[in-house]
C-alpha cells in the first residue's frame, strides 16, 4: 500500500509499505480522508518527540511509522474478538489505542493509560490506504456526517474535551489563544455550550473570516497592542472567566493568564516542542486556576451526533484537499500555508 512514513525530524517519505494485519481485538480500516495536523509537522520539523524511536512497550513499534491520527474511513475486515463494529461500517476513528484493562482505562480516560500509544506516533496511523486500530477506537457515523466532516471528529473531540476539564460554565465570557484548527474547534465548542462572548486571540489576520463566521470576536494580537486592554474593557474590567490555550507556546499560555479574571480558568490545551520559562506569579495573585487537557477520553460519540445536527461544523474549517502523495510537500511548507489554510485533508479514497 501507499503511505507517508516518519523516519525521523525532517525525513517523511511517500512509499510502499507492507498492509497491515488487524489483531484478534482489531479492525481493518480503508482509509477515506485524513487531516494533517500540527503536531504531525511538530515531529516533521523539531521531532521526534512523541514519535517512538525504541520499541513502543505495548505495540513494539517504532520510527520509521506511517504518520497520521485524524482520519475516517470503512471497516474492511474484522478480528473474531470484535463485537462493536462490523464490515461496512462507516468509521471515525480516535488515535487512543490503550490498553482498556487499567485505573485510567476502565473510568474512560483512555490517554492517560499508562502504556498508551497514540496512532501516528506509538503505531502505524492513518497517512495510508489501510490501518489496523483497536476495534475501541472505531466509532460508528451518524447518518448525514461524511467521511470529510468525520476527519474533524478528532480536533473537535479534543476541544470537547479541553471544555469538560475546564468545567465550562454556561453564559460565562472565553478568551481563545490561537485561532488555527484546535482554536475553532474550540470556539464552536464553547458557543455551542452557552458561552456569552469569545474573543480569538490570533496574530494572523487571515484567521479573521473564519473565527468571525463562526461567531468569534476576532483579535490581532500583531496588530493591535492593546487586546488585552479591550477585552478587559468589554468584560467589565475583570477579564474572561475561561481561556484556552489553542496554540502550543509558552508566550501564548502567558497571554492566555494576562486575560483571565481573577479566579477564573485557563486551560492549555496545546502542545509543546520544549520546556520554557513562565511567571506563575501571574497565577498565585489572582487565584487563577490552571488545568490541563490531552486528547480526549469518551466525547467521540458526542462529537459525532453535534457533527449529525449541525451544532459543529466541519466544512467550516475544511479548505483544501489534496492526494496522498503530494503530503510530503505540504508537510514542509504546513507553517507558510497556515497564512491561508486551516486544515487541510488528504484524500485517499475519495471515491468512496
Known amino acids: 500500500m501507499n503511505a507517508l512514513v516518519y523516519y525521523g525530524r525532517k525525513d517523511l517519505r511517500y512509499e510502499r509499505f507492507p498492509e497491515p494485519s488487524p489483531a484478534p481485538d482489531e479492525v481493518l480500516v480503508k482509509v477515506k480522508y485524513a487531516g494533517m495536523c500540527h503536531t504531525d509537522f511538530n515531529e516533521y ?202 496554540a502550543g507556546a509558552g508566550a501564548a499560555l502567558g497571554t492566555a493568564v494576562d486575560v483571565t479574571a481573577n479566579g477564573g480558568v485557563v486551560c492549555a490545551t496545546g502542545i509543546y516542542s520544549g520546556a520554557f520559562l513562565f511567571d506563575f506569579n501571574k497565577v498565585l495573585g489572582g487565584e487563577k486556576s490552571i488545568v490541563t487537557s490531552l486528547a480526549y477520553g469518551t466525547e467521540y460519540p458526542a462529537t459525532i451526533a453535534m457533527l449529525a445536527d449541525g451544532r459543529l461544523r466541519a466544512d467550516a474549517l475544511i479548505t483544501n484537499c489534496i492526494p496522498l502523495s503530494q503530503g510530503c510537500e505540504h508537510i514542509r511548507e504546513f507553517e507558510s500555508r497556515g497564512v491561508t489554510n486551516i486544515k487541510t485533508l488528504l484524500e485517499i479514497d475519495p471515491a468512496a
Open 45 to 246: 520539523e523539531n521531532g521526534p518527540i512523541f514519535t517512538s524511536v525504541t520499541p513502543h512497550p505495548r505495540t513494539g513499534r517504532k520510527a520509521p511509522l506511517v504518520l497520521g491520527h485524524e482520519f475516517s474511513g470503512q471497516v474492511v475486515s474484522i478480528g473474531p474478538q470484535v463485537t462493536n463494529v462490523k464490515e461496512g461500517d462507516r468509521v471515525a476513528i480516535n488515535a487512543v489505542d490503550a490498553c482498556g484493562k487499567c485505573f485510567y482505562c476502565k473510568r474512560g480516560d483512555r490517554a492517560l493509560c499508562p502504556s498508551v500509544a497514540f496512532l501516528g506516533l506509538g503505531r502505524d496511523g492513518g497517512f495510508a490506504e489501510f490501518v489496523a486500530v483497536q476495534a475501541e477506537c472505531c466509532h460508528p457515523l451518524r447518518e448525514g456526517v461524511s467521511y470529510r466532516d468525520a476527519v474533524l471528529a478528532e480536533p473537535l473531540s479534543v476541544a470537547v474535551h479541553a471544555a469538560r476539564r475546564a468545567r465550562f460554565e454556561v453564559g460565562t465570557n472565553v478568551a481563545i489563544v490561537g485561532g488555527g484548527t484546535l482554536g475553532l474547534c474550540m470556539l464552536q465548542v464553547v458557543r455551542a455550550a452557552g458561552a456569552r462572548d469569545v474573543f480569538v486571540i490570533e496574530r494572523s489576520e487571515s484567521k479573521r473570516r473564519f473565527c468571525e463566521a463562526l461567531g468569534g470576536k476576532f483579535m490581532n494580537s500583531a496588530t493591535n497592542a492593546n487586546f488585552r486592554l479591550e477585552i478587559l474593557d468589554r468584560t467589565q474590567g475583570r477579564g474572561v472567566d475561561f481561556a484556552f490555550e489553542c
